[in-house]
């Protein structure tokens, strides 16, 4: 667990070092920059500054007892505010980024993703990439999703989801994850056909939205691929609705 606090703490921002002094300051509280240090296993020239990048941040203060200074690591929520500052600077620059965007609609891009956080990455493309009141198309395991997928993210995606009047038609393997699926499926704006496991067996996922078909593998580490091209996204639908009626039958 402490290796992925580390790594999610890195993942918004912080330095590894940045890290390791934060997380002695909060076991510390109130400390001399010796016990930092110490803690950290860092070296005390080198901790002075990481506190003073952490200052700027807002995750360390400090207060005077008589000439000595004593540094206190701030409250975690603190990051939600430092997490919320980075979204906002990002949204002021999206619309130039945007710009420099090189879209060229004829020739069909390939996108490679790794690991869970490009899996992430592929599932926040789905939602960036079409409009409000679509409709997104799905083959999917699921178990193996939810053995390393993280599940507050799913909930998160599904709320965001709905919350944009998109719904989904899901093709998934009978499972228990898949059948919670379905139980709440009036709700999730999903629509889900389950097919016994000893009938087909995959271990990944394919989605099927805008002009882009994402292939994702759960069993190779999350590797994921990403085909933005109208006319294969056009053959993945038909062979979806293929599938679907005769599922249906």
Do not use: C
């Amino acid at each position: 667990m402490a290796d992925d606090i580390k790594n999610i703490l890195q993942g918004i921002g912080l330095t590894k070092e940045q890290v390791e002094i934060y997380l002695a300051g909060l076991e510390l509280g109130e400390t001399s920059v010796q016990n930092l240090a110490k803690k950290a296993n860092i070296k005390r020239p080198t901790t002075y500054l990481i506190l003073d990048e952490l200052k700027e941040k807002g995750l360390f203060s400090y207060v005077l007892r008589g000439k000595k200074r004593y540094f206190l690591a701030e409250n975690p929520d603190k990051l939600f505010a430092s997490v919320k500052q980075k979204e906002i600077q990002l949204k002021q620059i999206m619309p130039e980024l945007k710009s420099l965007f090189n879209i060229d609609t004829e020739k069909p891009k390939i996108r490679y993703y790794e690991g869970i956080n490009g899996a992430l990455s592929v599932y926040d493309d789905i939602l960036a990439s079409i409009p409000n009141h679509s409709e997104i198309l799905s083959y999917t395991g699921i178990a193996g999703l939810y053995k390393d997928f993280p599940k507050d993210f799913a909930k998160d995606f599904f709320n965001r989801r709905v919350q944009r009047q998109i719904s989904t038609r899901i093709i998934a393997i009978d499972s228990e994850e898949s059948r919670e699926w379905q139980k709440h499926a009036p709700f999730e704006m999903r629509d889900i056909i389950l097919v016994p496991e000893n009938q087909v067996l995959f271990f990944g996922d394919t989605e099927i939205y805008g002009n882009k078909v994402a292939l994702i593998s759960y069993k190779e580490n999350f590797m994921a691929v990403v085909i933005e091209s109208k006319e294969i996204a056009t053959m993945q639908r038909f062979i979806f609705e293929l599938a679907w009626k005769k599922l249906k039958e």
